[in-house]
């Protein structure tokens, strides 16, 4: 999928990385609170389904308790 530096939301210029640790920050769980921290997916949508993806990684991982915070 995507490595830590590739942009995820092209408009914005967020990376997964970005992504990601606003999640792990913020303890993030769904696709609206990101949106809500980060603006991404507000401008044409295209990043929404790949920003779900790396929110369920980060949730499955949270779940098996290797998040690192």
Known sequence: M???N?????HLQLTKGDIVRVI????LSSFTEIQDETDAGTVCGT??????????E?????RKGNSPQ
Do not use: Q
Request: charged share 50%; proline share 0%; net charge negative.
């Open 24 to 27: 792990r920050e913020k303890n």
């Open 47 to 56: 990043c929404v389904s790949d920003i779900e993806d790396i929110l369920e």
């Open 6 to 10: 590739d942009f995820v939301c092209r």
């Open 2 to 4: 995507f490595e830590e």
């Open 58 to 62: 980060e949730l499955e991982l949270r």
